[in-house]
């Protein structure tokens, strides 16, 4: 199991930035893939970006072009950088681990709130 733990969220005016950072408890070698979900309220689950143990990315259309998602191994973390915030990207944001066999890993969230 590996622990994660997200920063960086808060309150940003439209067109603003932040960067998420999950930081984890284990190397992020090996793993499947690395991403980050979000949750606004009343609404499900989403996959916002996802990077591969190869490097690929891929993002929900709703970002493309304004979120970049990055990994930094010998930090064990994790990066959303966000540009160009919609007051439509507030929810919270969740890191996760995809151990592939082995299961998956969720972070505890951070807000983010985009006001306009």
């Known amino acids: 199991q590996v622990h994660l733990v997200e920063s960086g969220g808060g309150l940003v005016q439209a067109g603003g930035s932040l960067r998420l950072s999950c930081a984890a408890s284990?190397?992020?070698?090996?793993?499947?893939?690395m991403g980050w979900y979000r949750q606004a309220p009343g609404k499900q689950r989403e996959l916002v970006a996802r990077i591969t143990s190869g490097g690929s990315t891929n993002y929900a259309d709703s970002v493309k072009g304004r979120f970049t998602i990055s990994e930094d191994h010998a930090n064990r973390t994790v990066y959303l950088h966000m540009n160009s915030l919609k007051p439509e990207d507030t929810a919270v944001y969740y890191c996760h681990a995809d151990r592939g066999y082995y299961g998956g890993d969720w972070g505890q969230g951070t807000q983010v709130t985009v006001s306009a």
């Open positions: 284990a190397s992020i070698f090996g793993i499947n893939a």
